[in-house]
């Protein structure tokens, strides 16, 4: 038996694949699903099941596409009512592969229709298959699905779930049974997931806060504590992991590559992919700047709304720009903004428009005269960086812009300064008064 991980930085998104005696199946698989493919031939292997933990709400799931290229059936609880073709998968249902057993488990708590999978050779557990619902130190957030999905639950009736899932059905499992959650550290689906990819349910048990000896009241109060922001995608996702995505091939071939500004709609919302440090001295106006670094499809989603129509623009890399702009397709379809992306233009003249460059000795010694926008999450902002400070989270900036004065130059902060880059792009394009980004030297006033 062969387990093997399948593992996407970007999203922190981990994806498994079990072989035995020439069978396989897959657990959770991303939208690039060639390299499945692969990994079953160079083992001789035939995918024949791929299996959903549940619909997920951060990244598009490829199990549609898998299924169309392999003939493998697809497994999900009866209780996610999924629209595509598909072999219910719930509590005591067992599929055989090679001389391992998958067993089903149903764990409802980070959404209703929620199943874990335990992997049994020789009659013992070998490992958990957790999906959302445990992760490495932390437990999957309750609050994704009280407004999507076909079956919809509130937060506080799922957190309820989630304690008795990890009382009654994984804290049971042996001490040595390994946890193979589908995310890690970075991932939004929890609120503090460790960095570990693999863990096992002895360590959980000592380590995790959430299955520390505790009552239900005070479990519910502890996983409903600062949850993080939900990107504006989240619930666009499990209504197409319900519905299954198209083959990525077939848009991303339909989408046209530009050189030429002259061609794109004038009423779109360009997307500049550049770094902040080459955005701000030269970019198109009215374009806001997403730089293309890790996390690119989480903050493209929380920016940008499911259905809004939007072309990317970036340097031109000369002979290899359609190749160059195919993996950045790519990269916008593991979250199905393959679906509203216009068109690509790939260019040697970003356009003319410059951002101002902030004095910092003048901002130390005239503070007073600047409103100060932190654009960090309710949470960090209850920590003040600056005194005369307005928190507007970066997520809800687009919608919020009607609160933040227009008299006064504008000086944006996030914790670190990739928050602030992005914000201060957006404003730039609502606001005639000076905006200035503070960057990564909002260090220096911690």
Same mark, same amino acid.
């Given at each position: ?25 897959? #657990? ?18 035939? #995918? ?9 709400? /951060? ?36 599929? *055989? ?25 020789? /009659? ?27 079956? *919809? ?18 804290? *049971? ?258 606001? *005639? ?14």
């Amino acid at each position: 038996m062969k387990l093997e991980q399948f593992f996407d930085e970007n999203l922190s998104h981990a994806s498994y694949m079990i072989v035995s005696e020439g069978e396989a199946v897959v #657990i959770d698989p991303s939208r690039d699903i060639e390299r499945y493919i692969k990994y079953a031939h160079e083992h001789f292997a035939v #995918i024949h099941a791929i299996i959903e933990t549940h619909p997920h709400a /951060d990244f598009v799931s490829g199990h549609g596409e898998l299924s169309r290229k392999t003939g493998a059936a697809i497994y999900i609880s009866k209780l996610a009512k999924a629209d595509y073709p598909h072999i219910p998968f719930d509590e005591n249902e067992i599929l *055989k592969l090679g001389t391992c057993e998958l067993h089903a488990c149903n764990t409802p708590g980070h959404s209703p229709d929620s199943i874990c999978i335990i992997l049994k050779q020789d /009659d013992k557990e070998h490992a958990v298959f957790t999906g959302d619902t445990l992760f490495v130190g932390d437990v999957g957030r309750p609050d994704l699905r009280e407004n999507a999905g076909n079956l *919809k639950a509130n937060r506080e009736e799922l957190v309820s779930s989630l304690y008795h899932s990890t009382r009654k059905k994984l804290m *049971k499992l042996p001490s040595d049974t390994i946890v193979s959650p589908t995310h890690c550290a970075g991932s939004l689906c929890g609120r503090n997931i460790g960095p570990e990819r693999y863990s096992t349910i002895g360590k959980e048990l000592e380590n995790n806060y959430a299955l520390q000896e505790m009552n239900e009241k005070d479990f519910v109060r502890i996983v409903l504590k600062d949850l993080p922001f939900q990107p504006r995608y989240f619930a666009y996702n499990v209504g197409l992991n319900l519905k299954g995505a198209p083959d990525v091939k077939e848009i991303a071939d339909k989408v046209p590559v530009f050189r030429e500004h002259a061609l794109v709609d004038k009423n779109c919302l360009i997307v500049d992919v550049r770094q902040p440090i080459h955005y701000k001295q030269k970019h198109f106006k009215g374009s806001i700047n997403i730089p293309l670094s890790l996390r690119f499809e989480t903050w493209l989603g929380s920016v940008v709304n499911p259905n809004e129509p939007f072309y990317l623009t970036m340097e031109s890399h000369g002979q290899n720009d359609n190749e160059y702009a195919s993996g950045i397709i790519k990269r916008v379809a593991k979250i199905g903004y393959d679906l509203f992306l216009k068109g690509v233009l790939m260019t040697h003249n970003p356009g003319q428009e410059k951002s101002e460059k902030l004095s910092m000795k003048d901002f130390s010694k005239r503070r007073k005269q600047f409103y100060i926008l932190d654009v960090r999450n309710v949470s960090e902002a209850k920590h003040k960086i600056f005194d005369n400070s307005i928190n507007i989270p970066l997520p809800v900036l687009r919608e919020n812009l009607k609160e933040i004065p227009k008299n006064k130059p504008l000086v944006v902060h996030c914790g670190g300064g990739s928050r602030s880059a992005i914000a201060s792009s957006i404003l730039e394009c609502h606001f *005639k008064q000076k905006v200035y980004d503070l960057g990564e030297a909002v260090e220096d006033f911690k």
